[in-house]
């Protein structure tokens, strides 16, 4: 079992920055893919992007590439992602999530993850 907590989400103008943060516990940290996942009124949960075992390897959808990064400190079982350069199109819920395998073909797929938490609001005004 992995829980995941969230943290740092806000009201931010657009062009300004936020840093969210995911408190894991229960696994060797170092061996579980961390996910961000975003949810936007009446729209699908997307892939935001995702941190493979020790954060060798990063991938982002297009949409925030070159805007967000993910970055994790094992020894604190945290996992971060740095939004900069916000836009209001960026107001939505986002989660972060875990597995503990890595599937390279399927990364972005929500439903290959099994483990979320609760999920911190960022809202983005214009």
């Known amino acids: 079992q992995v829980q995941l907590v969230e943290s740092g989400g806000g009201l931010v103008q657009a062009g300004g920055s936020l840093r969210l943060s995911c408190a894991a516990s229960?696994?060797?940290?170092?061996?579980?893919?961390m996910g961000w996942f975003r949810q936007a009124p009446g729209q699908e949960r997307e892939f935001v992007g995702v941190s493979k075992w020790n954060g060798d390897m990063t991938y982002y959808s297009d949409s925030v590439k070159g805007r967000f990064t993910i970055s994790r400190d094992n020894a604190k079982n945290t996992v971060y992602l740095q939004m900069n350069s916000l836009k209001p199109d960026d107001t939505a819920v986002y989660y972060c999530?875990?597995?503990?395998?890595?599937?390279?073909?399927?990364?972005?797929?929500?439903?290959?993850?099994?483990?979320w938490g609760q999920g911190t609001q960022v809202t983005v005004s214009s």
């Open positions: 229960g696994r060797t940290f170092s061996n579980v893919v």
């Open positions: 999530a875990a597995s503990i395998y890595w599937r390279s073909a399927t990364y972005y797929d929500k439903n290959r993850y099994e483990y």
